[in-house]
């Protein structure tokens, strides 16, 4: 499926990426609206559970390693709660264990390492894996 911004705004993609490096969140940021997405943004743990409670996501790009944060305990939250999020894993430090670690999880769709060299292509191909399953 190709996807065109239309396609995206017509089906109102909702994404949040939890990340505690500022920059790498907003050059996410800034590609996903750049596709038509609404994006939310996340520095720090603290507030995750709550904002999963308060918002709809379609997708959620998550950052393995951050301070006062379990991504194993937020993705059985995930898959319990909100089994329609879909979820990416990034990590600076991939290895062939974390990605089939990461995958056994239902609601995980990809891993990839960052910074991926292109990133924009990384998120397209995320959103074309979820845009069956999106509701209209």
């Given amino acids: 499926m190709r996807l065109t911004k239309r396609k ?19 050059m996410m940021n800034d590609i996903i609206q750049s ?13 995750i559970y709550e904002n999963f409670d308060k918002n709809y996501y379609d997708l959620v790009f998550a950052d ?20 329609q999020i879909k979820i990416v894993v990034m990590s ?10 990461y995958l056994s999880y239902e609601n995980v769709i990809q891993v990839f390492e960052k910074p991926s060299s292109d990133l924009r292509q990384v998120i397209n191909k995320c959103l074309a894996k979820i845009m069956g ?3 209209v």
């Fill in 8 to 26: 995206i705004k017509e089906h109102r993609v909702a994404v949040l990426v939890i990340d505690d490096d500022a920059d790498f969140g907003f």
């Fill in 35 to 47: 596709l038509g997405c609404k994006c939310d943004l996340l520095f720090n743990a603290e507030d």
């Fill in 64 to 83: 393995v390693c951050m301070p006062n944060y379990d991504l194993d305990t937020m993705l059985s939250y995930c898959n319990n709660r909100f089994p």
């Fill in 92 to 101: 600076a430090f991939v290895k062939p264990e974390t990605v089939r670690k």
């Fill in 133 to 135: 399953k999106v509701k």
